[in-house]
């Protein structure tokens, strides 16, 4: 099933393996088309278990010239220790950057010694390589990035930002089986922010599982509005959400 929500293209499939699978061939012409044009492009990823049929998918296309594309990733925790198998950076490590060979990989510093030199670093990158291409996923708070309802700006003057994360998303992170409880949730995080996200052309949001029904419901028929973070892919042209039967569900009953 295929329907559009505003300027919100979505499309539905059975299984999050066949979701995973459309999704990494749409990406990947998009990059083909983009590196027609340009020498080389700029990416960003999300780091979630929502990602993992994606990403899967993605990294076995031989035909992505990989080694013109620069990589970053849109967030991560704050304290937990270089290599920690349970941080963003090593997530996508293991799961697509040291799997194909980027131009380039930018890591946000979770261990750097003055946040504000690390938000202002990245920041900096960021405005060096402007980002051509977004893949991410919906919390189940309808956040992007970690951008949470409560700290989310589709205006914000930042970049990137620390943010404390709100008990909704720790719990998310228990319930994908990232952590064991609550307490072993790390409180704070860098995040990119909403408008260094929505910066990009193009937009690619893959949502798979049941957790994540209530926000796919609000974010194409709620109002567009920081209560539900995601509810701005529907201002972008360029934007692509990709749902499951599970995180889909909802939207059958209407």
Sequence with gaps: MEFTKDKLKVKVFDTREK?????????????KALLAKKEHINMIFAAAPSQNDFLEALIVDKTIEWGRINAFHMDEYIGLEKDDPLSFGTFLKDHIFDKVPFRSVNYING?????????????SLLKKYPVDIVCLGIGENGHIAFNDPHVAHFDDSERVKVVLLDEKCRMQQVHDGCFPALEKVPVSAFTLTIPALT?????????????????????????????CPASILREKEYAVLYLDADSSYSLNKK
């Design 111 to 123: 261990q750097a010694t003055s946040a504000t030199e690390e938000c202002a670093r990245y920041t």
């Design 19 to 31: 979701m995973g699978q459309v999704a990494a061939e749409d990406v990947a012409v998009c990059i």
């Design 199 to 227: 910066a990009a052309e193009y937009m690619f949001c893959i949502v798979p599982a049941k957790t994540k029904e209530v926000a796919v419901f609000n974010t194409i028929n709620g109002p567009i509005s920081e209560t």
